[in-house]
T-cell receptor, first 111, second 115 residues
Framework: QKEVEQDPGPLSVPEGAIVSLNCTYSNSAFQYFMWYRQYSRKGPELLMYTYSSGNKEDGRFTAQVDKSSKYISLFIRDSQPSDSATYLCAMSGEANSKLTFGKGITLSVRP | DGGITQSPKYLFRKEGQNVTLSCEQNLNHDAMYWYRQDPGQGLRLIYYSQIVNDFQKGDIAEGYSVSREKKESFPLTVTSAQKNPTAFYLC??????????????FGPGTRLTVL
């Protein structure tokens, strides 16, 4: 079993839809959970990060962590064509700040 | 403007040749990282450096080498021993490599193609 599993996609939704992106993990040492957004042919940029379990909201984006289930989610409300990108989950929490990434899911929001 | 630069943006290499990818940061970060990204594979860590003159292997270091002679520079050499080097290479940096969490900032990437 891989340390971090992410739904493979791709995912295509109409503009205005609510999007749910998910990752599961197996390493109980993970404490920090991140979502990166990567536009085509660009480097990833940090979208949100969460420490331990709970929810965090930033505008149209909500990150949710359930450590008991080893499951994290990113919700996008009122999705826009500009949200079309690859979304990568990442986690850390062992001895240093090395990150373990999911494979990424490509989202397309249709106008 | 502070940030991470990678050069070149596109690189073509013949089989059997070594090639060096450049990564420079002016964020005054101690830690730097090299990742490889393949379609459907996510990011995989090649090497990382927590401080000048020190670096550690990541998950897929075979066929790669690095140096960290200056705080702002962390070049990656893809050697002829790397069996499948065609990929998108990303460099990143963070304030330090010791704290459990520090945001990693990424450069724009170099796309390497072996002909």
């Amino acid at each position: 079993q891989k340390e971090v599993e992410q739904d493979p996609g791709p995912l295509s939704v109409p503009e205005g839809a609510i999007v749910s992106l998910n990752c599961t993990y197996s390493n109980s040492a993970f404490q920090y959970f991140m979502w990166y957004r990567q536009y085509s042919r660009k480097g990833p940029e940090l979208l949100m990060y969460t420490y331990s379990s709970g929810n965090k909201e930033d505008g149209r984006f909500t990150a949710q962590v359930d450590k008991s289930s080893k499951y994290i989610s990113l919700f996008i409300r009122d999705s826009q064509p500009s949200d079309s990108a690859t979304y990568l989950c990442a986690m850390s929490g062992e001895a240093n700040s090395k990150l373990t990434f999911g494979k990424g899911i490509t989202l397309s929001v249709r106008p | 403007d502070g940030g991470i630069t990678q050069s070149p943006k596109y690189l073509f290499r013949k089989e059997g040749q070594n090639v060096t990818l450049s990564c420079e940061q002016n964020l005054n970060h101690d830690a730097m990282y090299w990742y490889r990204q393949d379609p459907g594979q996510g990011l995989r860590l090649i090497y990382y450096s927590q401080i000048v003159n020190d670096f550690q292997k990541g998950d897929i270091a075979e066929g790669y080498s690095v140096s960290r002679e200056k705080k702002e520079s962390f070049p990656l050499t893809v050697t002829s021993a790397q069996k499948n080097p065609t990929a998108f290479y990303l460099c990143a940096s963070s304030i330090d490599g010791q704290t459990l969490y520090n945001e990693q900032f990424f450069g724009p990437g170099t796309r390497l193609t072996v002909l």
